[in-house]
Structure formats: structure tokens, C-alpha cells
């Protein structure tokens, strides 16, 4: 029996052992790079839902106050680096604004529309203060006809949120219908 040199063969076990080290080394970097981007992402998502959560809180904080239809373009009574219908939000709790949202256009009146008297629940204290009976004629079964002293009105908010340290944005638009005093909606609705 005949035997290869010792010499080649151990220059091929050299080259495949490389070969292999290298492969090895490629597949370690690519998991690498795709643990990194999967967290990439779910950072992003994350500071997505952080800004729309803070786009979200100043439009309930907005219709939840009378100023909306009272005063629409100043909503906030300290509004964040003094410029209206903004506020600020502190989302890892360091002391410093992580999050600005501004109410941008102003809230608009989209509709309002008078309340009929006999539309009323008198019964409902909430109801009661607008029913009026100044000027009212009464129909058939004897309900209040006529217009009341409150209106109904519908209100478009959009809240613009962008957070200063991801620069993630993000536009929320919202609609609220609100019972206002017909007073009132001559101001600010159509």
C-alpha cells in the first residue's frame, strides 16, 4: 500500500479549516446584524406609540375643557415654551421634554346645530338647563316645541406629536362632538 506524502495533506486541512473559520465568522456577524435591526425596530415602534399616546392625551386634555369652544386658539392655560395649544410631555421621567404635541391647525368647528326643545329630557338635570319656555307653543302631547338654549356641535382636533430625542412624528386627528350653549356657537361654528 501506498502513502500520500504528509506534506500535502496537511496544507489541505489548513485551507478547509479557514474556509470554515470564515464561514463561521460571516454566519456570527449576520445574526448579529439581524438581532440589532429587530431591536432597531421595535425601539421605533416603541417611541411611535409613546408619541401617539402623548398626541392622544392632549387632545382628550383639549375637549375635555370649555375652552375648546370657548377659546380654541388659546386651549391650554400653560401651554409648553409659551406657544399656544402645545404641550410637553416627560415620557422617561429625567426632567426634560421628551415629547412636544401641538393642537395645529386650532380645533375647528365643524357643524353646530340647535337643540329642539321637545328633543330634551327634561327629567335629566343635565338636559333641564337647556330647555327653555320663553316664547314656546306646545304641540299635541303637550311637549315644549321651539329651539332650546343648547346646541349640538361637531369638532375636528388634529395634534401633531414629535419627540425631540427620535424625531419620531406623528399626526392624530380626532373628532368630538360637544353640547354647547347657542350662546356660544355663534363665535366659533358655522
Given at each position: 500500500m501506498r502513502r500520500a506524502p504528509a506534506a500535502s495533506q496537511s496544507g489541505m486541512a489548513l485551507v478547509v479549516g479557514l474556509i470554515l473559520l470564515a464561514l463561521m465568522t460571516v454566519m456570527a456577524i449576520t445574526g448579529f446584524n439581524i438581532g440589532r435591526t429587530s431591536l432597531d425596530i421595535v425601539g421605533n415602534m416603541q417611541s411611535r406609540q409613546e408619541v401617539i399616546a402623548a398626541a392622544n392625551s392632549a387632545i382628550q386634555e383639549a375637549i375635555s375643557t370649555t375652552r375648546l369652544f370657548q377659546a380654541p386658539e388659546a386651549i391650554f392655560l400653560n401651554p409648553c415654551n409659551n406657544a399656544?395649544?402645545?404641550?410637553?410631555?416627560?415620557?422617561?421621567?429625567?426632567?426634560?421634554?421628551?415629547?412636544?404635541?401641538?393642537?395645529?391647525?386650532?380645533?375647528?368647528?365643524?357643524?353646530?346645530?340647535?337643540?329642539?326643545?321637545?328633543?330634551?329630557?327634561?327629567?335629566?338635570?343635565?338636559?333641564?338647563?337647556?330647555?327653555?319656555?320663553?316664547?314656546?307653543t306646545y304641540g299635541i302631547e303637550g311637549a315644549a316645541t321651539g329651539s332650546s338654549l343648547c346646541a349640538n356641535?361637531?369638532?375636528?382636533?388634529?395634534?401633531?406629536?414629535?419627540?425631540?430625542?427620535?424625531?419620531?412624528?406623528?399626526?392624530?386627528?380626532?373628532?368630538?362632538?360637544?353640547?354647547?350653549?347657542?350662546?356660544?356657537?355663534?363665535?366659533?361654528?358655522?
Amino acid at each position: 500500500m501506498r502513502r500520500a506524502p504528509a506534506a500535502s495533506q496537511s496544507g489541505m486541512a489548513l485551507v478547509v479549516g479557514l474556509i470554515l473559520l470564515a464561514l463561521m465568522t460571516v454566519m456570527a456577524i449576520t445574526g448579529f446584524n439581524i438581532g440589532r435591526t429587530s431591536l432597531d425596530i421595535v425601539g421605533n415602534m416603541q417611541s411611535r406609540q409613546e408619541v401617539i399616546a402623548a398626541a392622544n392625551s392632549a387632545i382628550q386634555e383639549a375637549i375635555s375643557t370649555t375652552r375648546l369652544f370657548q377659546a380654541p386658539e388659546a386651549i391650554f392655560l400653560n401651554p409648553c415654551n409659551n406657544a399656544a395649544n402645545t404641550r410637553c410631555y416627560d415620557t422617561n421621567g429625567d426632567g426634560t421634554d421628551d415629547i412636544v404635541v401641538a393642537l395645529a391647525p386650532q380645533p375647528v368647528c365643524i357643524q353646530a346645530q340647535t337643540i329642539p326643545n321637545a328633543a330634551l329630557d327634561v327629567d335629566d338635570l343635565n338636559q333641564a338647563g337647556c330647555a327653555t319656555g320663553v316664547g314656546q307653543t306646545y304641540g299635541i302631547e303637550g311637549a315644549a316645541t321651539g329651539s332650546s338654549l343648547c346646541a349640538n356641535s361637531v369638532w375636528e382636533v388634529v395634534a401633531v406629536a414629535r419627540d425631540l430625542i427620535t424625531e419620531a412624528e406623528v399626526v392624530v386627528t380626532q373628532g368630538a362632538a360637544v353640547r354647547v350653549s347657542t350662546d356660544e356657537i355663534g363665535t366659533h361654528c358655522p
